[in-house]
């Protein structure tokens, strides 16, 4: 760490960029990166020391590299935390909340609007070891309080929401879960901390994939737990022994990606809804869902609690013969010639996807209706590429469907 000690009270930017500065001895600029699994002693004594716990010091890259470190103490300030754990990926982290703290008989109480393997995790994994989840819909807070009960130790939501970009009502489910003495996580990837602070909107817990915004060019994965010491205290054992540790090299790119996330997330923010209101405008197009268009249910609640609506935005789309089908949701996407055509997100590059057979696949036929996630819905990870390109490559696939201009 660099031996400076930073001024008080700093702006996200400025965290983003300095936060946890780490320098080799030689006092590299850009931040060090400890490509080594494990660390010396100067003798058998130290190494006593180290692995007693009464000298602070690296031992073993499985669970302290000074690299992974530096990036989770950046995050952890950005998002105004006491601790980070990070991980090997998202569910990694989603995993080591979970089996860190729970117990048989134990209740999750969960949004139903969920990333996919979330969803698998919950019904094939914790269920087989007695672990309850109930799902709510993400912005019925009377569905969430019915649903509570003496067991219940977590409420989990992602907000916003993917495909469809619902918005929770953060701090209304925060006061739920401390009525009933249970805590509030909340999985902050589509917004991060550049645009949401769930922690200061009363969560207890921030999740998140690193793979997704934080990187944000669809280079490595990770993922990372953010909170209260004394959790976290416990996130950092189950880390240590289970082992899904994040590389170093991955944290490294991180902090380089963590440099840029405040421009970035407002660039993907300003480009995502200037599409999101060009689309509204095509025929073709349907319903757009976006946070960030006025006339969105969820608009004020996200201007409350969010600085920036994110680059995520779907629609459903119907042919020049009336048709709301799977066929013309992926006649539209084969017709782009700009975009990737890819399930990930939070990407400078701009992707497209078909929610219904990638991402939400393997939900049932009813759970996906429950979820609105129709066979004519397209999800659209708005990146930076130039607005002007990116409507022209929505008009191809406006074209395929039977709408030229
Ligand atoms: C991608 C994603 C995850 C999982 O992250 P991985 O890094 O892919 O494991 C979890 N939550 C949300 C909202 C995501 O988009």
């Not at 996919?116 to 995790?121: A, P, R």
Request: glycine share 8%; aromatic share 8%; net charge negative.
């Amino acid at each position: 760490m660099s031996k400076r000690r930073l001024p008080e009270n700093l702006s996200v930017e400025t965290l983003a960029i300095r936060a946890a500065e780490l320098r080799t001895d030689e006092m590299s600029h850009s931040e060090a990166l400890f490509l080594t699994s494990s660390f010396v002693y100067e003798s058998a004594a130290q190494a006593a020391a180290r692995f007693a716990g009464t000298e602070p010091g690296n031992i073993y890259s499985r669970f302290s590299n000074p690299t992974v470190r530096s990036f989770e103490e950046r995050l952890a300030a950005l998002e105004g935390g006491e601790q980070c754990v990070a991980f090997a990926s998202g569910m990694a982290a989603i995993t080591a909340v979970f089996m860190a703290s729970l117990k048989p008989g134990d209740h999750i109480l969960s949004s139903r609007s969920l990333f996919g393997t979330t969803h698998v995790l919950y019904e094939k994994y914790l269920r087989k070891f007695g672990i309850e989840v109930t799902l709510v819909d993400i912005d019925d807070l009377d569905q969430w309080r019915a649903a509570m009960r003496p067991e219940t130790r977590f409420l989990f939501v992602e907000t916003p929401s993917n495909p469809l970009a619902e918005v929770a009502d953060i701090p209304a489910l925060a006061s739920i879960a401390h009525e009933g003495n249970a805590k509030l996580i909340v999985d902050n990837c589509f917004c991060t901390p550049a645009l949401q602070r769930p922690l200061q909107l009363g969560a207890d817990i921030v999740i998140h994939s690193a793979t997704k915004y934080l990187d944000g060019q669809g280079r490595c994965l990770g993922g990372a737990v953010v909170g209260q010491a004394q959790d976290m205290a416990e996130v950092y054992g189950y880390l240590r022994t289970a082992g899904a540790t994040l590389s170093a090299f991955n944290a490294w790119v991180f902090l380089k990606g963590l440099e840029t996330l405040s421009l970035r997330m407002h660039a993907h923010s300003s480009n995502a809804l200037a599409m999101a209101a060009w689309l509204q405008t095509q025929p073709g197009v349907k319903r757009v869902h976006y946070a960030g268009l006025t006339d969105n249910p969820y608009h004020s609640l996200a201007a409350r609690q969010q600085s920036g609506f994110g680059g995520v935005l779907s629609f459903e789309v119907v042919d020049s013969e009336g048709k709301e089908d799977r066929q013309a949701a992926w006649r539209f996407i084969d017709a782009t010639r700009l975009v990737s055509i890819t399930a990930n997100l939070g990407d400078v590059k701009t992707t497209i996807t078909h929610p219904g057979s990638t991402t939400h696949g393997r939900l049932a036929d009813e759970d996906k209706r429950r979820a609105g996630i129709s066979e004519n819905l397209v999800r659209l990870a708005v990146g930076l590429e130039g607005i002007e390109d990116l409507k022209a490559d929505m008009r191809r696939g406006l074209a395929a469907l039977g709408f030229s201009e």
